[in-house]
């Protein structure tokens, strides 16, 4: 069994309009994680989950909103029979200061 546990973003600045992660490979794994961490901060805006087929054509697949005033946000999201070889991360901003990581854990062969 192939485990991968890598940080998708690593202490982005939430100062900036956009974030967008690399790109992460998922090619013959099935279930995966992300765990969103932003400490205690004032911010709001959304991570954007896109996946694609070739790496460059990226479609939406999920949205985490972010809606902080001084509360921290920990929170894990969860994904079953993954059908792309190509998944990553957008962080849009609306308001607010901070930083974000976002964690992933994939399990496959």
């Known amino acids: 069994m192939r485990v991968v546990n890598e940080k998708l973003l690593n202490a982005v600045d939430l100062s900036a309009a956009t974030s967008t ?4 490979d998922v090619q013959h794994l099935y ?3 992300l765990h969103a961490v932003i400490p205690s901060t004032t911010a709001a805006g ?9 790496g460059t054509d990226w479609f939406q697949k999920d949205t985490i909103a972010v809606s902080l ?8 999201k969860e994904y079953a029979d993954l059908s792309v070889p190509f998944v990553r991360a957008v962080y849009t901003k609306s308001t ?5 990581t976002l964690y992933v ?5």
């Open 21 to 24: 992660s690399g790109t992460f």
């Open 31 to 33: 279930l995966m994680s």
């Open 46 to 54: 959304t991570i954007s989950i896109q996946t694609s087929l070739n």
């Open 69 to 76: 005033s001084g509360a921290a946000l920990n929170t894990i």
């Open 96 to 100: 607010g200061t901070g930083s974000l």
């Open 105 to 109: 854990n994939a399990k496959g062969f």
